[in-house]
C-alpha cells in the first residue's frame, strides 16, 4: 500500500489554492463567526470567516450588510445599514474595533482592505513562482497516481514516465517527502547501462557504372523577380517625366503635383478609391530599394483593385498638368522662375536665371618683381606685347617694380550682322528646347575660355586634338569654330533664322560670349539631365542623395543621353564626362565703327522672328552633337519638297494661335521597294491637293528620313498645320486616314495578311497640339473616321 506521508501529500496537492493560502488566525475567527445563525432588520451576525469573504469577493457575489455570499450589497433585501466590521449601530469608518479581515488597525474601510488583499492574491496568481508552484503540484499529483498503480513502490523505479517526473521535479530543487525520498534517490542514481560499440558495415556498391561525380549548380547572376503583391490584386506605374511640359524643368514640379498640404494626393486616392505612392530618386525614402534606372523616374505607383482606378487617377493628373500650363502661359515664366526663390543662390536651379553680369574675376592682376629679377621682367614684358595685352608699369621707393595685366576679351574688331539679336534669340531658344526633359548641357570641347586666354591663343586653331583649358564656375567662355559652324548648320536646317545666310549665322554664333553658371561631372551632370526633380528632396540637404549605379554604368546611360564626354588618354583611359550650363550675354558691338555710320533698326525683324512659333519639327528631341566637326553627315533631315497647288489662304491674324497634327509612319513600312514620299503625296501630289481643296486653309508637308537610323522624332512623318480650329479636326481625321491607306497599300506590297495590317495601322504615332508665342497646349491624338464610327 501507498505510506501515510504519500497520501497526506496527496489530499494536500488537491486541495484548492484558497485553502492552501489560508491564515492561521482562522482559528480565531471560528468563535466569533455565526455561520447557521440567519440575519434580521434587528440583528445581524458575522457569518462569513475571511476566506469566504475573499472567495465571495472574487466572485463579485459579496454583500457586508448582511454577511451573505449569494448577492451583491446593492441586492441585500435589509434596508438598515450597519457597521460592515462589526456589524454595530455606528458608521463603517467610525469603528472603535480592528479590522476583522487583516486584524490590524487602518483608516481606509473594511471593503478597502479585501480589495488589496485580493489584489495581492490575483497578482500572485498571475506570477512566474505561482505558475510553477501549480506546475510543481500538478506534477506530484501526476507522481501520485503513477506510483498508486505499482503494488510494491520499488516496481516503480523502472518505469520511464515515473523517471521522467522524478527528474522534472529535481530541476526544480523539489524536497520529496517520506518514501517517496527514497523512490526519488534511487531513480536520480541510476546509471545508464553501457552499451557496446557498435560497428559500422558498409553497404556493397550498387550494381553499374560508378556515379558521376557531384557537381555543386552555379547561381544566377541576376537576382530573380520580385514577388507580387498580394494585397493589392492590381497595380500600375504612371510616369510623370513623360507627361511634364520643358518649362517645368528647373521648378519643385513634385509639390505641385502633390499640392498644398497634399490636397492632389488625397483627391486622387479619394475619387479613385485606390492606394497613391510618388516614388523616384529622391522620393522613394531611404529604406527603398532602387536598382533599375526605370524605378529611379519620377512616377506615380497606383496599387488597387481594378484599371478603372488608374484611369482615374491618370485623368487627375492630366487635369494638374493642364493646371501647371496655364500657370506658365498666364505668368509668361518657365524653369526656377516658377517657384519664386527669394534667394537664387539656395535655389537648386538657381544658376538658370539670368544675372546679365559678365564673367567673375576679370580684375587686374598685379605682379611685384624686385631690382635683381630685372631680366625675367623683360623677358615677360615682351611676351606680353606680342600677345597685344593692355599691361601698366610702376615703381615703388624701394625700386620693386610692379605690373598690371587686365585680362579684359578684346571687342570684335566690326559691329555685328543685322540679324544678331534674332540669331541670339533663335539660338536661346534652341538650347531650352534640345532635349527632354532638360536644356542643352555644353560639352567640354564645345567651349573656349575667354578674357586673360582669347589673348594668349589667338593665333590657335580649335582643332579636335588641341588640349582643352579646364573651365570652372563663373568662367567667360565662347563657342568653338566646330561647334558654332554645327549650331549654324542645325539652325538653317531647321529653318529657325529664315532669310539669314548660313555664314551670317556662324558669325553671330562666333560673337557671342556666355559665363558658365553650372558645373557638373558624372552622377551630378546625369542627375541634371535626367532626375531634375531629386535635387529638391531631403536627401539632398543631408549630402546623402547618390545613384544606385556604379561610374561604368552612369557613363553608359550619358551615352545613351547623347554626351560625348572627353577624349580618353593612357594615363585615364575613362574621362570624367563634364557638363556645363552657360548664360549667354548679348551681341556687344564692335570696337572700330566709322564715323556717321549706324545700325539699322532691328524692329520689324525680331517682332516677327519673335511673334512666329518655332518650327514644328523642333518640337522633337535635337541629336546629341557629335565630337567631331564631320558637319554633312549630322545634318538633321530636311523638309521633302512636295509639289503644291494653288490654294487661297484665308487672312489671319499674325498672333493667331495655330495648330499642328504630326503623324508619324510605323517603321516596318520602310521595307516597301516604292517612294514612300511620293505615295503619300500621291502622284504629283493627287493626295494632298485633294486635302487641300476641301480645307484650303491648312497646310501639309512630309517631313524625315524613311530610316530606323534616324532618331524617333526624325523618321518619316506628315505634318498639317492650320490656323482655323473649326476645319482642324477634320483634316486630322483626313490626314490620319491618308496615312492608313498608304500603310493598306504598302502591306497588300509586302504581302501581309488582314490581321499584320491591323496591327501596322496601330503603330501609327500622332500628336496634336495648339502652339502661340511660343507656347504650345497639347490635344488630345488624332482618330481616324473609320475608328471614330465605330460603336463605343
Given at each position: ?48 470567516p ?113 523517471q ?26 541510476m ?6 560499440p ?97 524605378d ?39 524653369g ?46 615682351v ?51 534640345w ?8 560639352e ?13 591663343t ?24 566646330t ?8 539652325m ?26 553650372r ?8 542627375l ?39 577624349k ?17 550675354l ?167 495578311s ?39
Amino acid at each position: 500500500g501507498l505510506p501515510a506521508a504519500v497520501r497526506s501529500l496527496g489530499r494536500r496537492g488537491t486541495s484548492s489554492d484558497s485553502s492552501s493560502t489560508s491564515d492561521e488566525g482562522m482559528s480565531d475567527e471560528s468563535d466569533e463567526v455565526m455561520s447557521d445563525i440567519e440575519p434580521s432588520d434587528g440583528y445581524r451576525p458575522i457569518r462569513l470567516p475571511r476566506d469566504k469573504v475573499r472567495d465571495a469577493y472574487l466572485q463579485g457575489l459579496l454583500c457586508l450588510n448582511c454577511d451573505a455570499a449569494d448577492h451583491k450589497h446593492q441586492d441585500c433585501p435589509f434596508r438598515k445599514k450597519v457597521c460592515w466590521n462589526c456589524h454595530g449601530n455606528h458608521p463603517g469608518n467610525d469603528c472603535p474595533l480592528r479590522c476583522r479581515f487583516c486584524k490590524d488597525r487602518h483608516d481606509y474601510p473594511l471593503l478597502e482592505c479585501i480589495k488589496r488583499v485580493c489584489r495581492r492574491v490575483t497578482d500572485w496568481k498571475k506570477s512566474k513562482p505561482a505558475q510553477e508552484q501549480r506546475g510543481v503540484l500538478s506534477s506530484f499529483e501526476h507522481l501520485m497516481v503513477k506510483v498508486e498503480g505499482f503494488e510494491d513502490i520499488d516496481l516503480a523505479r523502472h518505469n520511464v514516465e515515473v523517471q521522467k517526473i522524478v527528474k522534472e521535479l529535481n530541476e526544480h530543487s523539489v524536497i520529496f517527502p517520506g518514501d517517496l525520498e527514497e523512490l526519488a534517490t534511487s531513480i536520480l542514481d541510476m546509471k545508464p547501462p553501457p552499451k557496446g560499440p557498435v560497428e559500422m558495415i558498409t553497404p556493397p556498391p550498387p550494381p553499374g557504372a560508378p556515379p558521376k561525380p557531384y557537381v555543386a549548380p552555379k547561381l544566377p547572376k541576376e537576382p530573380p523577380p520580385a514577388m507580387p503583391e498580394n494585397k493589392y490584386p492590381w497595380s500600375e506605374k504612371i510616369f510623370l517625366d513623360n507627361l511634364l511640359v520643358r518649362g517645368v524643368y528647373g521648378s519643385n514640379v513634385l509639390s505641385r503635383i502633390i499640392g498644398r498640404g497634399g490636397a492632389h494626393h488625397r483627391r486622387m486616392e479619394t475619387e479613385s478609391g485606390a492606394r497613391v505612392f510618388f516614388r523616384g530618386l529622391g522620393v522613394s525614402g531611404r529604406d527603398a530599394e532602387l536598382n533599375d534606372p526605370i524605378d529611379c523616374r519620377l512616377h506615380i505607383a497606383v496599387k488597387g483593385e481594378v484599371p478603372q482606378q488608374g484611369r482615374s487617377v491618370r485623368r487627375i493628373i492630366s487635369e494638374i498638368i493642364g493646371e501647371i500650363d496655364a500657370e506658365i502661359a498666364e505668368r509668361g515664366e518657365a524653369g526656377p522662375s516658377l517657384d519664386r526663390p527669394r534667394d537664387a543662390d539656395l535655389h537648386p536651379f538657381g544658376f538658370m536665371l539670368p544675372k546679365g553680369e559678365g564673367p567673375e574675376g576679370d580684375g587686374p592682376l598685379k605682379f611685384k618683381f624686385p631690382e635683381e629679377d630685372g631680366q625675367s621682367l623683360n623677358d615677360l614684358l615682351v611676351w606680353l606685347k606680342q600677345a597685344k595685352m593692355p599691361l601698366e608699369l610702376d615703381s615703388d621707393t624701394q625700386w620693386r617694380t610692379t605690373l598690371q595685366v587686365t585680362p579684359t576679351d578684346p571687342a570684335p574688331p566690326d559691329d555685328p550682322p543685322e540679324e544678331a539679336d534674332v540669331v541670339a534669340d533663335a539660338f536661346g531658344r534652341l538650347l531650352d528646347e534640345w532635349h527632354y526633359p532638360s536644356p542643352y548641357w555644353f560639352e567640354e570641347h564645345d567651349l573656349k575660355p575667354t578674357g586673360l586666354w582669347t589673348q594668349l591663343t589667338q593665333g590657335e586653331q580649335d582643332a579636335p586634338d588641341a588640349c582643352p583649358i579646364s573651365l570652372q564656375k563663373g568662367q567667360g567662355v565662347r563657342l568653338t569654330a566646330t561647334t558654332a559652324s554645327y549650331f549654324a548648320t542645325v539652325m538653317e536646317q531647321a529653318d529657325l533664322v529664315p532669310g539669314v545666310p548660313r555664314s551670317t549665322v556662324e558669325t553671330v554664333l562666333q560673337r557671342l560670349r556666355g559665363v558658365v553658371r553650372r558645373q557638373a561631372a558624372d552622377e551630378q551632370l546625369l542627375l541634371y539631365l535626367a532626375y531634375p526633380w531629386a535635387w529638391f528632396s531631403e536627401a539632398v540637404g543631408r549630402g546623402g542623395l547618390r545613384l544606385p549605379f556604379g561610374k561604368e554604368r552612369v557613363h553608359e546611360m550619358l551615352v545613351d543621353l547623347g554626351r560625348v564626354g572627353s577624349k580618353p588618354t593612357e594615363s585615364c583611359p575613362a574621362p570624367s564626362f563634364r557638363g556645363f550650363s552657360v548664360e549667354w550675354l548679348p551681341v556687344k558691338a564692335g570696337a572700330v565703327r566709322p564715323e556717321g555710320e549706324h545700325r539699322k533698326p532691328l524692329l520689324a525683324l525680331a517682332a516677327t522672328q519673335k511673334e512666329a512659333p518655332p518650327p514644328p519639327q523642333f518640337q522633337q528631341p535635337l541629336p546629341a552633337m557629335p565630337p567631331s566637326a564631320a558637319l554633312p553627315a549630322l545634318a538633321a533631315p530636311a523638309a521633302v519638297a512636295m509639289p503644291e497647288p494653288p490654294r487661297l489662304a484665308a487672312p489671319q491674324a499674325p498672333d493667331a494661335p495655330r495648330g499642328y497634327c504630326k503623324c508619324w509612319l510605323p517603321d516596318a513600312i520602310f521595307s516597301s521597294g516604292q517612294d514612300l514620299n511620293e505615295l503619300i503625296a500621291g502622284p504629283g501630289g493627287a493626295h494632298f491637293a485633294h486635302v487641300l481643296k476641301k480645307y484650303p486653309s491648312v497646310q501639309l508637308r512630309v517631313e524625315g528620313l524613311a530610316s530606323t537610323a534616324a532618331p524617333p522624332a526624325h523618321r518619316l512623318h506628315i505634318v498639317m498645320s492650320s490656323e482655323d480650329s473649326e476645319v482642324f479636326e477634320s483634316a486630322a481625321a483626313d490626314v490620319l486616314d491618308l496615312v492608313e491607306t498608304v500603310c493598306d497599300m504598302v502591306g497588300e506590297e509586302l504581302g501581309f495578311s488582314e490581321e499584320q495590317v491591323e496591327e501596322l495601322i496601330k503603330g501609327i504615332r500622332s500628336e496634336k497640339y495648339f502652339e502661340a508665342h511660343g507656347i504650345r497646349t497639347p490635344l488630345p491624338p488624332a482618330t481616324s473616321r473609320g475608328a471614330a464610327a465605330e460603336p463605343q
